[in-house]
């Protein structure tokens, strides 16, 4: 079965009425903490992160996403 990655960050309620502001900036940390943790669990080890990649990756270092 396919979830679409919207779908995995919208399913999360937010905890409280959000402005339509904040409510772009969670799902867009939503979004990066969903393309880490897809990057960590990949299956095919040749596809799977690095600790150095991961090291790198937004979601650690807190850095804007430069991630499609």
Do not use: C
């Not at 903490?33 to 960590?40: D, R």
């Amino acid at each position: 079965m396919f979830i679409a990655e919207q779908d995995i960050i919208r399913s999360y309620p937010y905890g409280r009425k959000l402005s339509k502001e904040d409510t772009a900036k969670e799902d867009e940390e939503r979004r990066v903490f969903l393309h880490f943790v897809l990057g960590l669990l990949e299956l095919n080890p040749w596809k799977r992160w690095t600790a150095k990649q991961a090291a790198d990756h937004p979601f650690v270092t807190g850095t804007s996403n430069t991630h499609p």
